[in-house]
């Protein structure tokens, strides 16, 4: 069974920076494309970024309100996915989902205060 | 960055067919953009639902089924049960980024 779980989520202020995690099983995780997708309270989904599989170059893209801030890594001897996010803003606030595309987590709260 | 469109809303009849499109900014949507859709409940995460424009995951119900028509994306669901009342969300590649559609809220009534 696949399993997507992320952690790392909390409270932090306005120009702080938080690691999530994302913890894989079920699947072969050094194979998959891994994305971040964000949903802000009582909004749609929002992809935050990208991380490709090391076969395949393992390079990143991410979505322009995230920038320069966020950054994606892996490691596939964990089968663990992280977002390193920096310079917080307090829009940055939203449940953040680990998703393979196929298969997703049940998400971690981020709450940015200002 | 390229915006994705989607019905805000639409309603449904128990056992009826509904259509549910996604298009882009940037012109038609193809195969090329490997549409995805997924259905979310209130308080759950996303499930996907279909992939690359039309393959369907093992959870996938047999009365949900992707294409493209008219330059977008499209899902259909044929026999809507009161179960499939959700939001639906499409999702397109660009070359690297991926864009969510703004959802449409299917109500099943």
């Known amino acids: 069974e696949v399993q997507l779980v992320e952690s790392g989520g909390g409270l932090v202020k306005a120009g702080g920076s938080l690691r999530l995690s994302c913890a894989a099983s079920?699947?072969?995780?050094?194979?998959?494309?891994m994305s971040w997708v964000r949903q802000a309270p009582g909004k749609g989904l929002e992809w935050v970024g990208r991380i490709k599989s090391k076969t395949d170059g393992g390079t990143t893209d991410f979505a322009t309100p995230v920038k320069g801030r966020f950054s994606i890594s892996r490691d596939d001897s964990k089968t663990t996915l992280y977002l390193q996010m920096n310079s917080l803003k307090t829009e940055d606030t939203a449940v953040y989902y680990c998703?393979?595309?196929?298969?997703w987590g049940q998400g971690t709260l981020v709450t940015v205060s200002s | 960055q390229a915006v994705v469109t989607q019905e805000p809303s639409l309603t449904v009849s128990p056992g009826g067919t509904v259509t549910l499109t996604c298009g882009s900014s940037t012109g038609a949507v193809t195969s090329g953009h490997y549409p995805y859709w997924f259905q979310q409940k209130p308080g759950q995460a996303p499930r996907t639902l279909i992939y690359d424009t039309s393959k369907k995951q093992s959870w996938t119900p047999a009365r949900f089924s992707g294409s493209l028509l008219g330059g977008k994306a499209a899902l259909t669901l044929s026999g809507a049960q009161p179960e499939d009342e959700a939001e639906y969300y499409c999702?397109?590649?660009?070359?690297?980024?991926?864009?969510f559609g703004g959802g449409t809220k299917l109500t099943v009534l």
């Open positions: 999702f397109v590649s660009y070359s690297g980024i991926r864009v």
């Open positions: 079920g699947f072969t995780f050094s194979n998959a494309w």
């Open positions: 998703t393979s595309a196929l298969s």
